[in-house]
């Protein structure tokens, strides 16, 4: 990576704003209810298979995923959490890819091998309540996110992860 975040941060922010990023940069960690539309009719994009918690406050979230257009593993996966109004806010970027031949071998696509993906990261404060969690596919070429399949509902007060489909 860049050595100095606040100046990579600083030359995307102009080139952005003189519209030679593309996709642009992202303006909001909402991901806006058009976003979640989109993701309906693309197809099977992965899922999030398993969310535990381990010692103290990590959790490790796993699972897998492809961009079924370009037949290839998705370039990352947005974690984010539900909002009152239905809406979810994005919390956390998971990169890289973990070799998953069962994918590749279940859809008899040998590139689909390294769709697996795993990542640790610290629950979002939201007032304590049980809190929604769901993961979306990132194509980073367009920008557009494709939500998994499944979420989990953690409440932290009864050390309590209860699965839920979309």
């Known amino acids: 990576m860049y050595p100095n975040l606040e100046a990579l941060t600083r ?36 899922w999030f298979e398993l969310l535990q918690r381990t010692a103290g406050e990590i959790y490790i979230a796993k699972g897998w995923t492809m961009l079924t257009h370009q037949r290839e593993p998705a370039d990352g996966i947005v974690l984010a959490y539900e909002e009152a109004d239905g809406s979810f806010t994005i919390f956390d970027l998971a990169m890289g890819q973990i070799v998953r031949p069962d994918v590749a071998q279940a859809f008899r696509w040998s590139r689909y091998v390294p769709t697996g993906w795993e990542h640790s990261f610290i629950l979002p404060q939201v007032d304590r309540k049980p809190i929604k969690l769901a993961a979306w596919a990132l ?25 839920v489909e979309r």
């Open 139 to 163: 194509d980073a070429n367009t920008g557009q996110l494709c939500r998994l399949r499944k979420a989990y509902v953690v409440n932290e007060q009864v050390s309590e992860i209860r699965e």
């Open 11 to 46: 030359y995307a922010t102009r080139l952005d704003r003189h519209g030679l990023l593309s996709p642009g940069l992202r303006k909001s960690l909402s991901i806006e209810p058009d976003e979640l539309r989109q993701t309906e009719g693309r197809g099977e994009c992965g």
